[in-house]
């Protein structure tokens, strides 16, 4: 297996254009309940490419983007580059470099089933202002036809698929007790990705898991998801569907 903190280095064009975006209804759910917004410092860690910190920096709050992997925070760097509301640090969940009691909230966005969580929650602790909040967020492909068949091609042709799957699917057991003995709030938002045929490809290959150029596998799995295309496909573009979900609260400590 891949060490998670390089697992996108050769991924990062496809990851820029190709990932999809959180929807609005999150960050007015931030917003909203959260307080986020002007004077807030948020700390987005594993922040990748930067795809959440964008919606975070909209709404008027400072973000340090903690990234371990050096070309991921390359792109957030250029991304949000001039922005003085930005930070950009090398460090990873266990181990982010900041100071103490110094964010009022943390966030964390296709990144937690990757993190340490015993390690994490001792240095989420520690950089948290009293009664400081994380939000753990997802997004999650729906069960649709595309789907489905998305998810059979990932089965039979990229035998990482399998490995990460897992580590997502048991996240939800992994937050309850990351939170414990508090008790988090969950909530979920629909959100979607329209893509023409070139968008799908970029998608496939913006994930670690699908087999890199060179392997036996690449040629025959982009194959299938041309198949996919040709039979979702309505007027040259398919959409993928999924669920945004969200867990937040505080660590009670």
Not at 9 to 24: E, F, G, K, M, T
Request: proline fraction near 6%; aromatic fraction near 12%; hydrophobic fraction near 40%.
């Amino acid at each position: 297996m891949i060490d998670p903190k390089e697992r996108f280095s050769n991924l990062v064009d496809d990851y820029v254009r190709y990932r999809p975006q959180y929807p609005a209804a999150l960050y007015s759910m931030f917003e909203r309940r959260l307080a986020i917004g002007a004077g807030r410092v948020v700390a987005d860690l594993g922040c990748g490419t930067g795809i959440l910190s964008r919606g975070l920096l909209d709404s008027g709050a400072h973000v340090i983007g903690v990234e371990p992997n050096a070309a991921m925070r390359a792109a957030a760097e250029r991304e949000f580059f001039g922005n003085p509301r930005f930070v950009s640090v090398n460090g990873s969940a266990e181990a982010t470099g900041l100071d103490s009691e110094s964010v009022d909230f943390i966030v964390a966005a296709q990144a937690f089933h990757w993190f340490e969580p015993r390690a994490a929650r001792v240095e989420f602790a520690r950089i948290l202002k009293p009664n400081g909040i994380v939000a753990l967020v997802w997004n999650q492909r729906r069960d649709t036809p595309l789907n489905v068949d998305y998810e059979r091609m990932l089965d039979a042709f990229a035998p990482e698929y399998s490995h990460v799957r897992e580590k997502e699917r048991a996240a939800e057991s992994k937050v309850l007790a990351f939170f414990a003995p508090t008790e988090p709030t969950f909530a979920k938002f629909e959100n979607g990705q329209r893509l023409d045929e070139p968008g799908l490809r970029g998608r496939l290959l913006s994930s670690s898991y699908v087999p890199p150029k060179g392997h036996p596998l690449h040629e025959p799995i982009l194959r299938r998801l041309d198949e996919i295309f040709r039979a979702h496909a309505e007027n040259g573009f398919v959409t993928i569907e999924y669920e945004t979900i969200v867990w937040f609260g505080g660590l009670g400590t």
